[in-house]
């Protein structure tokens, strides 16, 4: 109940493609979707984040798709950069409470061609 | 400095060793966690504190002793570890609580242990 699942586990997209990532999830408790960035040498980093009362957030080329009644979300990324090449992390979390806890996705590892 | 930091960078133990890796977060919150991260796997939480106590131990082994002086600063005690511990140890902190807007965590930059 507690698993998010993460798909692909890689991903190789020409420039200027879009990329999409996809998170499937169990706990219908969840109700905060946060996506993480990482690149090689450093600690992940909040890209962009979602709730279950909205079906879609955009930032930028980053945007998030909440699909609650199927327990899935997905990231997409326009305009794809070879800057964009790190490995991307879904999660999902509780209620804020005391220390609640994140479950993260296995990863997902982009590459951008030039 | 700034967000959230982490010492040493880089450490080579042997099985025999006792060391401790050091967290230290400046942005006021009030929560700090420890992840572990090996190759294609999930980050993995070890333990999380909350207001100074410990409020999950994600079932790690002894070897691992964590400790929360103050919720600025966290640490992770080693010792007799084994090779398969080798990864990379997070830190993160987050607010917490009712004013907190959801559990946005913070990362530092990792700590890259190898166990021979």
């Known amino acids: 109940q507690q698993q998010v699942k993460q798909s692909p586990q890689s991903l190789i997209v020409q420039k200027g493609g879009i990329s999409i990532i996809n998170c499937a999830y169990e706990n219908t408790a969840f109700d905060y979707f946060p996506w993480y960035q990482q690149f090689p040498g450093k600690g992940p980093a909040l890209l962009i984040a979602?709730?279950?009362?909205?079906s879609e957030k955009k930032e930028g080329r980053f945007t998030i798709s909440f699909n609650k009644s199927a327990k899935q979300f997905s990231l997409h990324i326009m305009d794809s950069q070879p800057g964009d090449s790190a490995t991307y992390f879904c999660a999902a979390s509780g209620r804020r409470t005391s220390g609640s806890r994140l479950t993260f996705g296995e990863g997902t590892q982009l590459t951008v061609n030039p | 400095e700034t967000g959230v930091t982490q010492t040493p960078r880089h450490l080579v133990m042997g099985m025999t060793n006792k060391k401790s890796l050091k967290c230290e977060q400046h942005?006021?919150?009030?929560?700090m966690y420890w992840y572990k991260q090996s190759a294609k796997k999930p980050l993995e939480l070890m333990f999380v504190y909350n207001f100074k106590e410990q409020t999950e131990n994600n079932s790690v082994p002894s070897r691992f002793s964590p400790e929360c002086p103050n919720s600025s600063h966290l640490f992770l005690h080693l010792h007799t570890l084994q090779p398969e511990d080798s990864a990379l140890y997070l830190c993160a902190s987050s607010q917490v609580g009712e004013r907190a807007n959801y559990n946005e965590q913070f990362f530092g930059p990792g700590t890259r242990l190898t166990v021979l």
């Open positions: 942005l006021g919150h009030n929560a």
């Open positions: 979602i709730r279950p009362d909205v």
